[in-house]
C-alpha cells in the first residue's frame, strides 16, 4: 500500500479520479479514498494546509492503512534560481523552518526530543522521482524543502530560509508529513511543482499557477506509480 497526502482538493483530485476499485471511509476529519493504480493498491487523503492538519492525517493513515510509503504532493514557492514556476522540487530531506527553541540555546529548526533538524527522505523513492520527473522531461532539483505555517511571500524572508537551511522550495506541509512518518518508521518522500516565486510577486503568482503546477504534479505521481 502506498499512501499519497496532498494538502488541497485540486493537489489531489486528479489522482483520486484515476484510481480504479475505489472504497471511501474518513478517520479524524479526514477522507481517505483507497483503491488501485497501475495495479498498486493506494490510499489519498487530503489533509488540509498546514503542519497540525499534515499530522494529523499522516499519523491516521498509518495507524488505518499501515502504509509501506508515504508520499506528499502539491505545490511550493521556490527558494532557488534553479527552480521556476512549473519545475519540480524533490526532497532529499525536510526542516521545520517554524520550529525555533535557539533562545534555549538550541539551532534554528531542531525538533528536541528527536535531536533532528533534518527528516532524510526514502532514497529508493527519490530515485524513483527523478526517473519520473525525466521521463516527462521535466527540471527537476532535489534538495532540502523547508516546511512551516506561513505562506512565503516576502523577499527577506525566503531569504533567510534559503540561507539558514539551504533548502530549495517552501510549503507548509512535507516536514509536518515526514516527522510523523520518521516517528512511526514509514519510509516517506515528498515531491512539489513550484506554484510562485516566495516573493512579493507570490499572492499574484500562486493563483494563476496553482492549477498548472498541481496538474504537474499529478503527471509525475501518475509516473512515479507506474516505476514503482
Ligand atoms: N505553497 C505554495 N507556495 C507557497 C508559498 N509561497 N509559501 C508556502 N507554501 C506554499
Redo the contacts with the bound molecule.
Keep these: 500500500m502506498i499512501g499519497i497526502i496532498c494538502?488541497m482538493k485540486i493537489e489531489a483530485d486528479a489522482i483520486r479520479a484515476s484510481l480504479l476499485d475505489t472504497t471511501t471511509e474518513t478517520v479524524s476529519g479526514v477522507e481517505f479514498t483507497r483503491g488501485t493504480l497501475h495495479g498498486k493498491e493506494v490510499v489519498i487523503a487530503v489533509c488540509g494546509i498546514g503542519k497540525v492538519f499534515a499530522a494529523i492525517c499522516t499519523e491516521a493513515m498509518i495507524l488505518k492503512y499501515a502504509p509501506a510509503l508515504i508520499i506528499n504532493s502539491?505545490?511550493?514557492?521556490t527558494l532557488t534560481d534553479a527552480l521556476s514556476i512549473g519545475d519540480i522540487a524533490i526532497a532529499k530531506t525536510l526542516v521545520q523552518h517554524d520550529m525555533d527553541t535557539s533562545p534555549l540555546g538550541d539551532p534554528v529548526g531542531l525538533i528536541s526530543g528527536i535531536n533532528k533538524i533534518h527528516f532524510e527522505a526514502d532514497e529508493k523513492a527519490v530515485a524513483a522521482f527523478e526517473a519520473a520527473v525525466s521521463e516527462i522531461g521535466a527540471n527537476g532539483v532535489v534538495g532540502t524543502i523547508a516546511?512551516?505555517d506561513?505562506?512565503?511571500?516576502d523577499t527577506e524572508k525566503?531569504c533567510i530560509i534559503r540561507d539558514r537551511f539551504n533548502a530549495i522550495a517552501?510549503?507548509?506541509e512535507g516536514a509536518a508529513i515526514a516527522h510523523v512518518a520518521y516517528v512511526n518508521n514509514v519510509p516517506f518522500a515528498v515531491l512539489?511543482a513550484?506554484?510562485?516565486?516566495?516573493s512579493g510577486d507570490?499572492q499574484m503568482e500562486?493563483p494563476k499557477f496553482?492549477a498548472m503546477?498541481s496538474e504537474r504534479s499529478h503527471k509525475i505521481i501518475d509516473t512515479f506509480i507506474k516505476l514503482w
Design positions: 494538502a502539491g505545490v511550493a514557492g516546511s512551516g506561513q505562506f512565503m511571500s525566503k517552501c510549503e507548509m512539489r513550484i506554484s510562485d516565486s516566495a507570490a500562486y496553482v503546477a
